[in-house]
């Protein structure tokens, strides 16, 4: 059975490849010359969203040193 901190990895992969793989669309966007800025911002709106999540994820997994 995985434990939470196997879950909790796994997640943080599938989130640290769709962040890249927004990243690259957004890239790609942006190079266009005709931009849907709509479908612009809400990409980079998941993208910070999926940051935050791996962030907080990271921390979960990263134990406390104590001083």
Do not use: G
Not at 25 to 44: S, T, W, Y
């Amino acid at each position: 059975m995985p434990s939470a901190n196997d879950e909790n990895l796994e997640k943080l992969h599938q989130l640290q490849t769709e962040h890249r793989d927004l990243d690259d669309i957004i890239f790609r966007l942006q190079e266009q010359d005709v931009v849907d800025q709509l479908q612009l911002r809400r990409l980079k709106k998941r993208k910070l969203l999926i940051k935050d999540i791996i962030t907080r994820l990271e921390s979960q997994l990263i134990p406390d040193i104590d001083a």
